[in-house]
């Protein structure tokens, strides 16, 4: 695309309006933008229903006549995850080893944490991070470059390393959401009695 920055504004600023049905979708947007601003100062349970069922409605719409290609763009998702779970590069690789390290200094820096929530996010953080930390000394090791993904794995070790790795990175993910899920529905059912 040749496009300058300036042709490439006037587009974008055209492009609500370059079909009916472009132009249908930014009513319905600036309605239910509307109706949310409205609500904010209202504050009626029977707005944010109508709002919510208003949404459902229209996305039910858009899944009810491009059913094929979402079931073909939801699954194209899902095998770019699992590639980069089960194949990950070593950008994304190196990527979850830091997310591990700021959860683990995150729960020790945090005070109001469970005893019970800090064991267990130590122990799932830390092994990612030997695990990681195994996985760049194997690669040092065999003398293997960490850009070619082909070469890391064909290298058995190195393979079932970022295999469990994943697994465990996964694990910590899923938990730390799962707590926060209930954490929160904890605390409002606790501040509401």
């Excluded at 994943?166 to 904890?186: A, D, E, G, P």
């Amino acid at each position: 695309m040749d496009l300058s920055i300036l042709e490439q504004l006037m587009t974008f600023i055209t492009l609500p309006f370059q079909s009916f049905l472009t132009i249908e979708i930014l009513l319905i947007f600036i309605i239910l933008l509307i109706f949310l601003l409205y609500n904010e100062k209202r504050k009626n349970n029977k707005v944010k229903i109508a709002i919510i069922a208003l949404i459902i409605f229209f996305f039910s719409l858009l899944v009810f006549y491009f059913f094929d290609d979402i079931v073909t763009v939801l699954s194209e998702i899902i095998k770019t995850i699992m590639r980069c779970f089960y194949f990950p590069n070593i950008v994304f690789y190196n990527l979850t080893a830091i997310i591990s390290l700021v959860i683990l200094i995150y729960t020790i820096l945090k005070n109001n944490l469970t005893k019970l929530n800090k064991i267990i996010t130590y122990i799932l953080t830390l092994i990612h991070l030997y695990l990681f930390t195994n996985f760049i000394s194997l690669a040092i090791t065999n003398n293997t470059s960490l850009t070619d993904i082909a070469n890391i794995y064909q290298h058995d070790n190195m393979f079932i390393i970022v295999l469990f790795s994943q697994i465990i990175f996964i694990i910590l993910i899923l938990y730390k959401v799962i707590y926060h899920f209930c954490y929160i529905r904890h605390s409002k059912l606790k501040n509401t009695k």
